[in-house]
């Protein structure tokens, strides 16, 4: 497996200093195993992930970092032109855009929402106004609503249309909303497939489950463990649909949170880290907690040494011993801890 690793990243990286066409990287790329791919984009250098995006088309990249966590989305967008990285985000889903912007300084957020088309600007800045852990933080743009006055016939002649983008569209359900985007009731996919062409979507609309943007994520988990929806509406107080918040988003979010506690209880503060990644980047990770066991061991050790006559004989050992014997132990944690995360 890690044979494969390399030879892959050895590939990827002699295409890109020889400045391989986009296309012929896309079709390495393509061929590719989800996981095999991330582990690729981790054994890459900081320099070439970051020239792999470049080379790439916005939309391919973009649905290259869609699995990659924000921190690291953010630290390599961060380093690149504004150009190359400005349509790479505008392909984003809207939701994903929000969480790699809160990881970003302000500077260069606001440097990438100047790129974007004004609609976009204002979406982003007014889905970053709310919480991490709240609806509105975790809600998407992205969803499918139509007028109650539409027939089922028009409905479906719409969705199964070749201009519309199902990249980020989530189709389990039609919302259907009066002027305003006020919000009716909800239609289940399933029931518009088989429901009467000529009757209106607002008559066969059933009332909608809704959460408002300021729900918490603790809500929101009770919301989806006692109903079973792929995805509530969100709505303020006069019931505007603002946007949709998915099951899988809330799971993950939940998940990472509980991730990042065991990494923290582990000592590998920063985030995210894989075995794959480059050394001096596991190295930083680890180097804060491992920092303060060092410090403390040397005070240790010292206090050993006090009684220095009482164990003449086996003073070296003495002195080093819980040296030696912590500093395994944290750092056998520490891949116990890293081990973990790459099998779940």
Excluded at 137 to 160: I, K, N, Q
Excluded at 227 to 235: C, M, N, S, Y
Excluded at 261 to 282: Q, T, Y
């Amino acid at each position: 497996m890690q044979d494969r690793q390399r030879d892959l990243r050895g590939e990827v990286s002699d295409m890109l200093e020889k400045g391989a066409a986009p296309a012929d990287i896309e079709a390495v790329l393509d061929g590719l195993d989800p996981a095999v791919l991330l582990h690729t984009m981790y054994a890459l250098d900081s320099d070439h992930q970051r020239a792999l995006l470049a080379a790439l088309t916005p939309h391919r990249a973009a649905s290259l970092v869609e699995d990659l966590p924000d921190g690291h989305v953010a630290d390599l967008i961060e380093e690149m032109p504004v150009a190359e990285s400005a349509p790479i985000f505008e392909e984003l889903a809207s939701d994903h855009r929000v969480d790699v912007l809160a990881e970003l300084d302000s500077e260069d957020a606001d440097a990438i929402i100047a790129e974007l088309d004004e609609e976009d600007a204002l979406e982003i800045r007014e889905l970053s106004a709310y919480g991490r852990e709240q609806a509105g933080g975790l809600m998407m743009t992205e969803f499918a609503s139509y007028p109650m006055s539409r027939t089922v016939r028009e409905v479906v002649e719409d969705l199964t249309a070749d201009d519309i983008d199902y990249q980020f569209l989530t189709v389990h359900y039609i919302y259907v909303v009066v002027k305003k985007q006020k919000l009716k009731g909800v239609v289940r996919l399933r029931d518009l497939v088989f429901a009467d062409p000529n009757k209106k979507i607002g008559d066969i609309a059933k009332p909608a489950l809704t959460v408002s943007p300021d729900s918490e994520m603790s809500q929101l988990g009770e919301f989806f463990a006692e109903h079973d929806i792929a995805a509530v509406p969100v709505v303020d107080e006069r019931g505007m649909l603002l946007g949709i918040v998915r099951r899988r988003a809330v799971l993950e979010a939940i998940a990472e949170h509980a991730e990042a506690d065991n990494l923290k209880a582990a000592g590998i503060i920063g985030g995210d880290e894989l075995r794959s990644m480059p050394v001096l980047v596991r190295s930083r990770r680890r180097l804060a907690w491992l920092s303060i066991n060092i410090g403390l061991n040397i005070l240790a050790a010292s206090i050993i040494a006090i009684y220095e006559d009482t164990i003449t004989a086996v003073i070296a050992l003495a002195v080093f011993l819980p040296i030696v014997s912590d500093m395994s132990g944290c750092s056998g944690n520490q891949a116990v801890a890293v081990s973990m995360r790459e099998l779940t």
